[in-house]
């Protein structure tokens, strides 16, 4: 069942916006808490990278570099498959 706040990809992660600054990201039984804005004009979304430090379940553990840009990746995927593009900082 898909929710207008809720993105599920069959890639195996979801984006759920829980408030207009905060959106989940879910993988594999891992979550992330990442800070954003919305905004007008073509970049509708701005998503901060500097919140994507660790993960919130299981608490505490680092995410990688690499992680981060597949993480990124993902919820640009995300948003494009609702029609919105993001801007990362």
Same mark, same amino acid.
């Given at each position: ?41 073509? %970049? ?9 430090? %660790? ?35």
């Amino acid at each position: 069942m898909s929710y207008p706040n809720i993105i599920q990809r069959l890639e195996g992660f979801s984006v759920e916006m829980i408030s207009r600054t905060k959106l989940v990201y879910t993988e594999s039984g891992r979550s992330v808490k990442v800070d954003c804005e919305w905004l007008a004009g073509p %970049h509708s979304l701005v998503v901060y990278t500097d919140t994507l430090t %660790h993960w919130t379940v299981p608490d505490g553990i680092e995410i990688s570099s690499e992680e981060r840009a597949k993480i990124v990746d993902n919820i640009r995927k995300a948003f494009r498959f609702r029609g919105v593009e993001i801007e990362v900082q």
